[in-house]
Nanobody, 121 residues
Framework: QLQAFGGGLVQAGGSLRLSCAASRRTINNYNLGWFRQGPGKEREFVAVISWTGSTTYNADSAKGRFTISRDKAKNTVYLQMNSLKPEDTAVYYC????????????????WGQGTQVTVSS
């Protein structure tokens, strides 16, 4: 019910904007997060935005480079990624949680399929 898209191949230093939209369900009352899983790595937290859109929190690896935002009219959450590095290469997932503002994967109720981001050096 969550679908992430916008991934692709980009050179180091470049930018991408990921989007995640929900079908058949509104996500406007959910806190929304982005996670990623690099090759051979565990899935890790990237960023989260509150259901109001007023509060965000980024992982240290994303601070100063990534911005999470949401558009309630479009039932969509975004992840703007700038100054990309090869270590940002991963499958990126969006997820929704209803009752906590969390960076913990286990708290999330709904997950989208991932979108591949590859950053070349």
């Amino acid at each position: 019910q969550l679908q992430a898209f916008g991934g692709g191949l980009v050179q180091a230093g470049g930018s991408l904007r990921l989007s995640c939209a929900a079908s058949r369900r509104t996500i406007n009352n959910y806190n929304l997060g982005w996670f990623r899983q690099g090759p051979g790595k565990e899935r890790e937290f990237v960023a989260v935005i509150s259901w109001t859109g007023s509060t965000t929190y980024n992982a240290d690896s994303a601070k100063g480079r990534f911005t999470i935002s949401r558009d309630k009219a479009k039932n969509t959450v975004y992840l703007q990624m700038n100054s990309l590095k090869p270590e940002d290469t991963a499958v990126y997932y969006c997820a929704a949680v209803s009752n906590v503002f969390s960076s913990l994967e286990s708290d999330y109720d709904y997950w989208g399929q991932g979108t591949q981001v590859t950053v070349s050096s």
